[in-house]
């Protein structure tokens, strides 16, 4: 399972890139090959669309049985929100665990792109919660959300909008603000290392008046979140 990082083809570790060029399948989401076409091209490209992950794992696994050397891609990370836990969910399944060999090759994940395109947000402790309700029960979501502002986490979400999925970020600030000050702030980052790129540094108020969707990853901070010139800095806590 290899991690594509957040962007193009020059923010690949490199051993993600090895990986990519050493395989004779690459495996993912249409999207997120073509972020590395040129890379992959002639190639053998197994690519599927979205909610159609277990074929895609399927289809990679059945490959490597069969010999082959398999890049599955996931966007970001492979271990977080990523491929890598229903490869080995399916590999477990099927007894191939120990039989497949596997390497998980970490990328860079989408809250730590934002923050550094942000500036220091996470420096203290803080929780990635995703607003997609697909896989997990939004009761299940509203409880984590409650509980993190309880805590004074900073908070980082992820697929926090989409054409079908309108008021979950709403409601999400609303439960934030039940234990969050209004004049929080807040980082929006729209296409971290892609062309497009849009960053954005707002508060909790006023979060939802900028546009928000799937390629967003939206970050909130804590009480000591502090905007210092273009930058978000959660201070660690150091005496200077």
């Not at 909008?161 to 999400?172: E, G, L, N, Y």
């Amino acid at each position: 399972m290899v991690g594509t990082g957040p962007g193009n083809i020059e923010h690949l570790s490199a051993r993600a890139l090895r990986a990519l060029k050493e395989a004779g399948v690459i495996c993912g989401y249409k999207t997120y090959l073509e972020l590395i076409y040129h890379v992959v091209e002639g190639k053998e490209i197994i690519s599927t669309g979205m909610t159609r992950e277990v074929e895609r794992c399927c289809a990679a696994i059945q490959r490597a049985r069969e010999g082959e050397k398999v890049a599955l891609i996931s966007s970001g990370d492979p271990g977080v929100y990523g491929m890598a836990g229903l490869a080995l969910e399916l590999l477990q399944r099927e007894n191939l665990l120990g039989q497949v060999e596997v390497e998980i090759i970490p990328g860079i994940t989408s809250a730590t792109a934002a923050a550094a395109l942000l500036g220091a947000p996470l420096m203290h402790d803080f929780v990635v919660v995703s607003l997609s309700d697909l896989l997990t029960p939004w009761e299940v979501i509203e409880k984590r959300l409650t509980l993190a502002a309880q805590g004074d986490f900073v908070v980082v979400l992820y697929n926090p909008a989409s054409h079908k999925r309108k008021t979950q970020i709403s409601r999400a600030r609303e439960l934030l603000l039940q234990h969050k000050k209004a004049g929080t702030p807040v980082g929006i980052v729209y296409k971290a290392y892609r062309d497009g790129q849009n960053v954005i540094i707002t508060d909790l108020e006023h979060m939802l008046n900028h546009p928000i969707d799937m390629f967003s990853i939206v970050i909130i901070g804590n009480n000591q979140t502090r905007r210092m010139g273009n930058f978000l800095v959660t201070p660690r806590g150091y005496e200077l």
